[in-house]
Each structure stands twice: as C-alpha cells, then as structure tokens.
C-alpha cells in the first residue's frame, strides 16, 4: 500500500482558516476515487510563527497514485495555492507500507 503524504507549514495568521479549506479539500481529493481513505494530523513541534500540519492519504494502488498526479493532482493543488499564496509551505513524500502490527489488550 501507498500513502500519499502532503506536510504543510501554515502561517499562524492563517491557521483557521486553512483549517475550514483543508476540511473541504480533502474530499474533493478523495472524490478522485484514487484514494481510499486520508488522516488530518497535526505535527508536534514548537514554532511560534507557523504551525504544520499532515495529510496522508492511502492510494488504492500505486497505478492510482500514477493517475491522480497525471489528472488531478495539479488543478487541486493550484486552488490551495492561490488562496494560500506565500503564508503555505507544502511537500510531498510517498510511503510504502511494509507491514502493519496492532495489539488488543482486551
């Protein structure tokens, strides 16, 4: 399995209402019907000026994961852009799941 990872930088003076437009980005990249599922997590680190945020998205398959930067990737990711402009800083990264583990202590 592939997770598509965005990590972003949020301007503090920004923080809410990036977090309204992530909440209704998110699926519309799921809407793509490439993804099965996505996580909204924060980063936990200290920085008084900016707070990051990470978006992980698990991709059906590698194939679509190929398909959605061919068709879709870039048309979502300019409305971010324009609205966001320089107060964002975002990059990707690609995972492979190797093995997942759980435990129940029930």
Sequence with gaps: MIIYNVTVNID?????????????????????????????????????EADTYSIQYRAHSREALEDYYANDAEG?????????????????????????YSVDFN
């Design 76 to 100: 979502l990711r300019k409305a971010g852009l324009e609205k966001f402009a320089d107060k964002m800083l975002a990059f990707r990264t690609e995972l492979e799941v190797i093995d997942e």
């Design 12 to 48: 503090k003076s920004i923080k809410n209402e990036w977090l309204e437009w992530i909440k209704e980005h998110i699926p519309q990249v799921l809407a793509t019907g490439k993804f099965k599922e996505a996580k909204l997590t924060k980063v936990l680190v200290e920085d008084d």
